[in-house]
C-alpha cells in the first residue's frame, strides 16, 4: 500500500512568486494534516481536514496560504505571495479515523530566495 | 494540547537498551501519548502509542504510569541505524500535534 506521498520534494522560488504544494494521503484515510518547520525550529501544525471540510486551521500563519481539498482526497497548499521566512519543510499526515496513527510524508523543502 | 519536555539527547552504544522519558503534567483524559521516529530529509516515522499501562510492539515499549504524567520509550538492544530524533507527542489522536525539540539519540559502535 502506498504511503503518504508530497510533491514536490523540493522547491526553489523567488520571493513573490507562487508556489503550490501537493500531499496524496493514503487511500481511504478521511483525516489529512498540514505541518511545517521552518528555520530550524520545531515541527509546527498548520490545519487538519476531515474529508473536504477544515476541521482546524489554527496554526494557518496568514491569508498568504491558502489549501484546500478537493473531493476528500488530495490536498494543495498553496503560497501567494512567497515570503523568505516562508523557506522550510512542509509535511503531510494522514489518518483514518478517531484514534488512528498518522502516518507522515517525506516533506516538501521549500526555499525562497 | 499538554506541552511535553524530554531530553534534548542520549548517547548509547550498538546493543544497548535506550530508555527516554517524556515528561507530561498536564495530559487531558482523552489524550493518547505517541512516539515518532525522524530520520534527517524524511517525515516522522510512527513508533508506539498508548493510553496507558504498558504497550509493546515489535521494535519498542512505551510505559506509562497510572497518572499518566509521564510516558518512557524503551527501544531493546539499539543499533547504529536507530541513531535519530525521537519525539514524545500528546494529544487525541485525531488532532493535531504538537511537536517539542525532540530527543537525538546517537547510537555510537
Known amino acids: 500500500e502506498a504511503g503518504v506521498t508530497q510533491f514536490p520534494s523540493h522547491s526553489v522560488i523567488e520571493k513573490g512568486q507562487t508556489v503550490t504544494l501537493r500531499c496524496d494521503p493514503i487511500s481511504g484515510h478521511d483525516n489529512l494534516y498540514w505541518y511545517r518547520r521552518v528555520m530550524g525550529k520545531e515541527i509546527k501544525f498548520l490545519l487538519h481536514f476531515v474529508k473536504e471540510s477544515k476541521q482546524d486551521e489554527s496554526g494557518m500563519p496568514n491569508n498568504r496560504f491558502l489549501a484546500e481539498r478537493t473531493g476528500g482526497t488530495y490536498s494543495t497548499l498553496k503560497v501567494q505571495p512567497a515570503e523568505l521566512e516562508d523557506s522550510g519543510v512542509y509535511f503531510c499526515?494522514?489518518?483514518?479515523?478517531?484514534?488512528?496513527?498518522?502516518?507522515f510524508g517525506a516533506g516538501t523543502r521549500l526555499s525562497v530566495l | 494540547l499538554a506541552k511535553t519536555t524530554q531530553p534534548i539527547s542520549m548517547d548509547s552504544y550498538e546493543g544497548q537498551e535506550v530508555n527516554i522519558t517524556c515528561s507530561h503534567n498536564n495530559i487531558a483524559t482523552n489524550d493518547y501519548i505517541t512516539w515518532y521516529q525522524q530520520f534527517p530529509s524524511q517525515g516522522p516515522r510512527f513508533i508506539i502509542q498508548g493510553y496507558k499501562t504498558k504497550v509493546t510492539n515489535e521494535v519498542a515499549s512505551l510505559f506509562i504510569p497510572a497518572d499518566r504524567k509521564s510516558s518512557t520509550l524503551s527501544l531493546p538492544r539499539v543499533s547504529l541505524s536507530d541513531t535519530a530524533v525521537y519525539y514524545c507527542l500528546v494529544g487525541e489522536s485525531w488532532g493535531k500535534f504538537q511537536f517539542g525539540a525532540g530527543t537525538q539519540v546517537v547510537v555510537t559502535p
Open positions: 499526515a494522514s489518518s483514518q479515523g478517531a484514534h488512528s496513527i498518522q502516518y
